[in-house]
């Protein structure tokens, strides 16, 4: 589906008093081999959110690089058996787990976000307050569907979450 079809089903779940403020955009860069792309969303013009793979792979790389003395002795012949051995269970529950921590920082990779674009719409609004996902969950902070009651009550548990909670609640009470 076209990026535009998508920001369209999903920004029209925008509250009214943010609807002419917050813009949704994303791009691919040709110039690089693989075609790096991105996500952002900007309020009033000024960037608040930003989904990069380059950025997130970069930053998930370096801390695996760190962390991998932990691991088990890597196998010296890659055959089959490497899947099952100790050195490959420790080293992708390794790479889970810098993914997840990353994602609590607020570190989004676009391929993540462009899914969540594509799943928000058919979400009710509890499923998509109590989503795993940190984007879906702070995008829903952003909804028509979330009263000012329910916003008082809500604490945002990552940075998107917490940033679209407060442009919310300025919002509303302008």
């Known amino acids: 589906m076209q990026f535009s079809k998508i920001k369209k089903r999903v920004m029209s779940f925008v509250t009214p008093s943010l609807q002419s403020r917050i813009n949704l955009y994303a791009t691919v860069d040709r110039h690089f081999h693989d075609g790096e792309s991105r996500v952002w969303m900007t309020l009033d013009g000024e960037p608040f959110f930003k989904a990069e793979d380059l950025r997130f792979t970069l930053e998930s790389?370096?801390?695996?690089?760190?962390a991998k003395a932990?691991?088990?002795?890597?196998?010296?012949?890659?055959?089959?058996?490497?899947?099952q051995s100790d050195w490959y269970k420790a080293s992708s529950e390794?790479?889970?787990?810098?993914?997840r921590e990353l994602k609590e920082e607020g570190w989004h990779a676009n391929y993540d976000v462009q899914q969540d674009l594509l799943l928000y719409p058919t979400l009710s609004i509890e499923e998509a307050l109590t989503h795993r996902h940190a984007f879906i969950r702070g995008f829903a902070l952003l909804d028509r569907r979330v009263g000012k009651r329910r916003l008082e009550r809500i604490n945002g548990d990552t940075p998107f979450e917490f940033t679209c909670l407060k442009i919310r609640l300025e919002a509303e009470s302008n």
């Open 61 to 66: 790389n370096r801390r695996y690089e760190l």
């Open 70 to 83: 932990r691991l088990p002795e890597k196998p010296v012949r890659f055959t089959l058996d490497i899947f």
């Open 94 to 99: 390794l790479n889970e787990q810098i993914e």
